[in-house]
């Protein structure tokens, strides 16, 4: 029996205990703060609410009970803080742990007794912007860390890096990375805390996250709006040039995107992973999508469904401006429109190529020659996890099993973490723990999102059995 195993019920109420009376409470208090990220909020810094939660953050951090702990927030010239934590180990070898505290904005559509800066506790729900996304992750890595020295189980050196640039692209941290590249060192294994669940019923790890190219598509066809009755007929709408450019990208029936260069070959491992989780999920899948009435998915097949999100293309316009609300829109035909086009495109696909031939594809032969224009705005290339070791496997099982009661289960996502991509290029021997507690219903980035309490206790949990498994491991290595 290992010493993590002998003190495993102690170890699981403590978690629970600290949950409930210290961490959900302060999570409460991080809600209230609407530091969102820079690009919702250019003048984050006059506005002081980064430094704000920041400093909530670093607070707590200070008062744990953690063997030489050294803690700091660095900032770096107009650029956001980040919570740099630094914890000696038994061992040489190091931990990297990673999680932001940055958030994305309100959005609308939240139920009238929630909001996003009101915490609001619901059915062991803690509803707010930011808690799930990611404000838990620095008090579940410490909280972990903190269990395995309360109980004298050892670990190796661990690092906690905290940003606060991750919903904007993470564009701020490759500075603070070279910055810090000495005092980081060279980790064998790197947990991130900032993922999805397939389901509350165990330990999820993420295999893939799928990259993206956005940009905005600018249409104009007039120098100026005109009455529509003088210009429908005439003057080409946007609506039409829009179709026929998208028509470009994909097919408008199955949302198949059908640009050479934007699809690439499934690795089997991946595709059979696919069909374990989809034996797992079944109906839970589609419950986690808020469909309205009889709205279908796009497919009847959940395997293709899940391999649709995690490793396929597909486009989304996530923005429109030039069109007036409602109570203002007159009978004028429409001068000029921008898009927000955000394509996920696949773990190994290159975004900077993918990026111009979208540029390319759009812009080249206008229809009606209006006045096309499309700007880049993000590129970023996804990634993909390298061959799971042996001993991380059965470590994940392990801990899965003493938590949850249910073996650990490995999925691709769809979003994009840029720092797993960072850190597959600087660190390409590392092994990789990408879970997170964003589970059916918890909505991240829309409205009513939440942390769900007794899965974050157990997600905890999970850390640090992964941890002293990872010490079991390399305790005798030079």
């Known amino acids: 029996m290992s010493h993590f195993e002998r003190h495993f019920s102690a170890i699981q109420r403590d978690i629970a205990t600290g949950w409930d009376e210290e961490l959900v409470p302060l999570l409460q208090e991080y809600i209230k703060i609407p530091n969102k990220s820079p690009e919702f909020d250019p003048q984050w810094e006059e506005h002081g609410y980064m430094q704000q939660a920041m400093n909530l953050i670093f607070n707590w951090v200070q008062k744990q009970p953690i063997d030489g702990m050294h803690v700091e927030i ?11 934590v630094e914890i000696p180990g038994q061992i040489a070898e190091t931990i990297l742990l990673y999680g932001h505290m940055d958030k994305q904005p309100e959005t609308s559509g ?13 059915d062991n729900k803690l509803y707010g912007r930011g808690g799930a996304d990611d404000g838990y992750s620095t008090f579940a890595s410490l909280t972990a860390i903190a269990m395995l020295q309360r109980y004298h189980i050892p670990h190796a050196r661990c690092v906690l890096l905290i940003e606060g640039c991750e919903e904007s692209g993470s564009f701020d941290l490759p500075f603070y ?15 991130c805390l900032d993922s999805c669940a397939g389901n509350y019923e165990q330990m999820w790890s993420t295999t893939s996250l799928r990259g993206m190219v956005s940009g905005k598509l600018e249409i104009q066809v ?21 179709r026929q450019l998208l028509d470009r990208i994909e097919d408008s029936r199955t949302g198949k995107i059908v640009l050479p260069g934007f699809e690439v070959d499934i690795p089997k491992l991946r595709i059979e992973q696919t069909q374990q989780a989809a034996k797992i999920l079944r109906n839970d899948f589609l419950r986690a999508y808020p ?3 009889d709205t279908q998915p796009v497919s009847s097949d959940l395997n293709e469904l899940i391999l649709n999100r ?29 898009f927000k086009l955000s394509m996920r495109i696949p773990p190994t696909a290159k975004s900077g190529q993918l990026s111009e031939i979208l540029k390319t594809t759009l812009e080249k032969n206008p229809p009606f020659k ?24 059965d470590a994940n099982e392990r801990a899965s099993q003493y938590f949850f009661n249910k073996s650990a289960l490995y999925i691709g996502e769809g979003g994009l973490i840029p720092f ?11 092994q990789f723990l990408i879970t997170g507690v964003l589970g059916p219903g918890s909505n991240a980035h829309g409205p009513n999102e939440f942390l769900h309490i007794p899965y974050v206790k157990g997600i905890t949990g999970c850390v640090a059995s992964v941890i002293a498994s990872h010490y079991e491991t390399f305790r005798g290595c030079k």
């Open 177 to 191: 990375l070279e910055q810090l590249d000495t005092k980081i060192g060279e980790p064998n294994f790197v947990i």
């Open 370 to 393: 209006a006045k096309i224009t499309f700007t880049s705005t993000e590129r970023a290339t996804g990634w993909h996890a390298p061959p799971l070791a042996e001993w991380l496997r």
């Open 110 to 122: 939240w139920d009238i007794d929630k909001g996003p800066w009101k915490p609001t506790l619901v």
């Open 310 to 338: 995690s490793w396929r293309s597909q486009l989304s316009i996530t923005g429109i401006e030039g069109y007036p609300a409602l109570i203002n829109a007159g009978n004028v035909t429409l001068p000029k429109a921008v």
């Open 291 to 293: 469909f309205v009435e």
């Open 74 to 84: 660095i900032t770096l010239p107009k650029r956001t803080p980040l919570l740099f």
């Open 222 to 242: 007039t120098r100026e709006g005109i009455h529509s009755g003088l210009g429908s007929g005439v003057v080409p709408p946007i609506e039409i040039i829009l």
């Open 420 to 430: 797993m991509g960072m850190l597959g290029k600087k660190f390409p021997q590392a």
